[in-house]
């Protein structure tokens, strides 16, 4: 048997509330571990006793009596049935109380909206990194691209929504980290293999919007700073390092379908720092730009309670527009950087 989930129980708790649904012992249990969703039935049942308690309408006035018309003679006798036989609507508690509970669940805010006031992630990740140059000229010197693979280690994210359980409209605005580095990286050079680190983080800001139908569909623009570099010590002549920082702007979207949640997210980053390639120490280039592109989509599935697994592809790439060499050292108008691989985290929200 499957463990229940808070979205299993989140579906129920207006009619646990009101007695129409008994909770087995699966849910019982749940309850008595999920501060979330005791929250949540404890209001349903609060909203249950203002509807009870509400005055009961009058009775309506006693209908006057009838005169009935005695059949003329040769008519046949025409026979009405009794009041209690004719047809009355139907009442509607269920849709009445439904009504009636939207109010109150908006001045106390609903259990969906404060369920990611703290979210953490943490888990690893590998990835490739190929660095090519284009429009390459004649130059004294060399220049080396890079094709590094089993770049791994830890990943670590949190989010952060201190307004998630407001009516505020902007409730849905949070910050958000996220840190990866490497472990046990070697660059493979001519004599011996020399270390390296690869380092990425980002920092921001980012806006959820409700969820959208049935099938919780939201968006998530965001604005953040983002830093990377990859260095190798001792440095390899001709093989620049990557010590980049700008800002980013992107796009997040989530579709939730029962115990599945599907994400992906885009976004393009301004680098206002280029080192080494551009206006490093030493410069291989005396000026330039760097821009990137960023993607990445996965799935997510809830093994129970606040806790899922999460499993998503990635992908970045920064573009270099380089500026001439004038003393002829290097030769080169452009340069691709790109990172292509994966992650797996866990996932708790509180």
Not at 29 to 43: K, N, S
Not at 99 to 107: F, L, Q, S, T
Not at 261 to 277: D, K, N, P, Q, T
Not at 299 to 322: D, H, K, N, Q
Request: aromatic residues 6%; charged residues 25%.
């Amino acid at each position: 048997m499957m463990a229940v989930t808070c979205a299993d129980v989140l579906d129920v708790v207006d009619a646990l509330a009101s007695g129409d649904f008994e909770a087995g012992a699966e849910v019982r249990r749940h309850l008595e571990t999920c501060a979330r969703c005791a929250a949540a039935l404890a209001t349903a049942r609060r909203i249950e006793v203002m509807i009870a308690a509400r005055p009961a309408p009058p009775a309506p006035a006693p209908a006057p009596p009838r005169v009935v018309e005695a059949p003329r003679r040769g008519e046949p006798e025409v026979r009405r049935p009794p009041p209690s036989a004719r047809f009355e609507p139907e009442p509607e508690p269920v849709r009445e109380r439904e009504r009636e509970r939207e109010p109150a669940r908006e001045a106390g805010g609903s259990p969906e909206t404060a369920s990611r006031v703290l979210a953490v992630e943490a888990g690893g990740f590998l990835v490739r990194r190929t660095l090519e140059y284009g429009g390459v000229g004649p130059m004294s010197g060399s220049l080396h691209g890079l094709d590094a693979r089993g770049i791994a280690g830890p990943w670590l994210g949190a989010e952060l929504s201190p307004l998630a359980g407001s009516r505020s409209a902007l409730r849905g605005l949070g910050l958000y980290g996220r840190w990866r580095t490497s472990i046990g990286f070697t660059v493979e050079a001519p004599g011996a293999a020399r270390d390296a680190r690869y380092t990425s983080f980002e920092a921001g800001a980012a806006w959820r919007t409700p969820p959208l139908g049935a099938a919780r569909f939201a968006l998530a623009p965001s604005v953040a700073w983002r830093g990377l570099s990859l260095t190798v010590a001792p440095s390899i002549p001709g093989l620049p390092d990557a010590r980049l920082s700008g800002v980013r702007a992107g796009l997040g979207v989530e579709l939730r379908l029962g115990r599945v949640a599907i994400s992906g997210r885009a976004g393009w980053v301004r680098w206002l720092e280029a080192r080494e390639l551009v206006k490093g120490t030493p410069a291989f280039f005396p000026g330039g730009s760097a821009e990137a592109l960023d993607a990445e989509a996965g799935v997510g599935v809830a093994l129970g309670g606040r806790f899922s697994l999460r499993l998503i592809g990635e992908y970045e790439r920064t573009r270099y527009a380089l500026d001439p060499d004038s003393t002829g050292t290097y030769a080169a108008k452009r340069a691709d950087d790109r990172y292509v691989g994966g992650r797996a985290v866990g996932r708790v929200e509180l």
